[in-house]
């Protein structure tokens, strides 16, 4: 704390205004404003990093405690899916199985939820994980608690299956009299009988899981894509005075995975600082946002897409180096020479207002940033429309760099955009990609023997109808229906299917 102290105060000193009282020569004057500054620089970061290290800390101790008692019964702790405050990569690192806590609000995509699940199998190394807690009716601490509605909370918990977890649970078994979650949901509510919707729907999920759940648990993921979750890129974005107030990390993720999910293309959530030997067994490569370059990043980058890989990164990314500090020589920093261009400016685009963006299959809409692109190599793929003296200028690029390529995007496109844009990068690397209504997902985890189990699930309160001719001759488990053509899925209706 002795030396955060002293960070605290040489950053403050380094923002104070002075009195010299006489002429001090400019480069003088540089040259100590510079000092000042460097003493305090990555202040934010390593406050961060201190605090995410020291609860950490906290959790090894009582973790090591008990092991001097038991030394075989696995120990985890509760995390919370896109938390900002803590590097979960770290924490995983620690744990003998990942689990959390899953509460999504009311208006909370069922795609943002898939990424949570997809993050905290990730940060594991892509094993199951344990669904620690989820309410079984409505969250008490939304300023709106609305209720589930039948069926909604099968499907959360089918969806975090899908994604790979082995362990459904709840929070909480018996509703509280008093306290600050004396609203929040239970098994046995405030009746105290079994006789509500909830318990029923609870014991009837419970009967699924203890009838099909043994088959499915262990089984795995399998994956092409991967995306970079960074949580020094989180807390360095988030932390930035300028050039925006309206960067939330997580959404920028969510931006490119739901592109993914429309399509029902599996991705794997992985660092930024993943190894080149486990990066190279994807196809492709997502780093959103990535502002925080660590060291090695960018050279592992570099030969991962030299070797054949495709990269996707844009807008804020290389600025900063692991210190919170700008890379010199222009952005995007270290990848500058993967990516073939050079970022001379970052307009801020007000709140509401959007930037057009036109070319090829992309017709579409930017917001929050509008990065101003020269091309050093790298080839247009669509340009700036608009009014603004920079349209016309390069909006998204692909540059050839050895046997790969690396996408540029300049702006956070809105979905119709970034799904045009994912769409023939997807075909070009002939990723398993699956057309399914509106709201409807399916995800596939494999199992020993060559089984294969499809979850198709339907996220909205509406019946939805399907042919899906890759699931005919499979076998619904719950029903035992053979899948011959025509599926019908009712409001948040779930569908297991065995294939072979």
């Not at 620089?41 to 990093?49: A, F, T």
């Not at 949570?116 to 009716?137: A, S, V, Y």
């Not at 490119?256 to 486990?278: C, E, G, H, K, Q």
């Amino acid at each position: 704390m002795e030396a955060l102290n002293k960070a605290w105060c040489a950053n403050f000193w380094s923002h104070t205004i002075y009195d010299w009282g006489d002429v001090v020569p400019a480069r003088r004057l540089r040259r100590r404003h510079q000092r000042r500054q460097m003493r305090g620089v990555g202040l934010q970061m390593d406050y961060r990093r201190f605090q995410s290290q020291a609860q950490l800390a906290c959790y090894t101790n009582e973790r090591d405690a008990i092991r001097e008692y038991d030394a075989t019964t696995p120990i985890t702790t509760n995390l919370m899916g896109t938390f900002k405050d803590l590097d979960y990569f770290e924490w995983a690192k620690e744990m003998d199985v990942v689990s959390w806590d899953n509460y999504p609000g009311m208006d909370t995509p069922p795609s943002f939820t898939a990424m949570c699940h997809d993050l905290m199998r990730g940060i594991g190394g892509n094993k199951p994980f344990m669904l620690m807690e989820q309410t079984p009716n409505q969250q008490n601490w939304f300023p709106f608690c609305k209720v589930k509605q039948p069926g909604e909370v099968r499907k959360l918990s089918w969806q975090a299956v899908a994604h790979g977890a082995d362990t459904v649970r709840f929070f909480q078994m018996k509703q509280s009299l008093g306290g600050c979650e004396r609203f929040h949901g239970a098994v046995i509510a405030h009746d105290g009988t079994e006789e509500s919707r909830v318990f029923k729907e609870t014991a009837a999920l419970g009967e699924e899981l203890d009838r099909i759940g043994r088959r499915i648990m262990g089984s795995r993921i399998e994956s092409r894509v991967a995306i970079m979750f960074d949580w020094q890129s989180y807390w360095s974005l988030e932390g930035c005075v300028g050039p925006t107030t309206g960067f939330n990390y997580p959404n920028e993720v969510h931006r490119f995975y739901r592109a993914l999910w429309r399509r029902n293309v599996p991705v794997d959530m992985i660092a930024s600082t993943t190894p080149l030997a486990r990066l190279s067994q994807y196809d492709l490569a997502i780093a959103p946002a990535l502002i925080t370059v660590l060291p090695g990043v960018a050279e592992t980058l570099e030969a991962y897409v030299a070797d054949g890989g495709t990269f996707i990164t844009g807008y804020m990314a290389g600025i900063h180096d692991e210190h919170d500090l700008v890379v010199p020589g222009g952005y995007p920093g270290k990848l500058r020479r993967l990516m073939g261009v050079w970022v001379e400016e970052i307009d801020a685009l007000a709140p509401g207002e959007t930037i057009e963006v036109h070319g090829g299959t992309v017709d579409a809409k930017g917001e929050i940033v509008a990065s101003i692109i020269h091309r050093e190599g790298a080839e247009r793929l669509a340009t700036y429309g608009g009014d603004e003296f920079y349209a016309g200028h390069s909006a998204l690029t692909v540059n050839a760099y050895g046997k790969g390529k690396a996408y540029f995007v300049g702006t956070p496109l809105d979905e119709t955009g970034m799904s045009a844009f994912m769409a023939p990068i997807i075909k070009e690397l002939d990723l398993k990609s699956l057309d399914t209504p509106e709201d409807v997902s399916l995800s596939v985890r494999y199992g020993d023997g060559g089984t294969r189990y499809a979850f198709l699930i339907n996220n909205s309160a509406a019946d939805k109808r399907l042919c899906l001719s890759e699931l005919n001759g499979g076998t619904e488990l719950l029903t035992g229906t053979v899948i011959n053509d025509l599926i019908e899925l009712k409001p948040y209706g779930v569908d297991v299917i065995a294939l072979r």
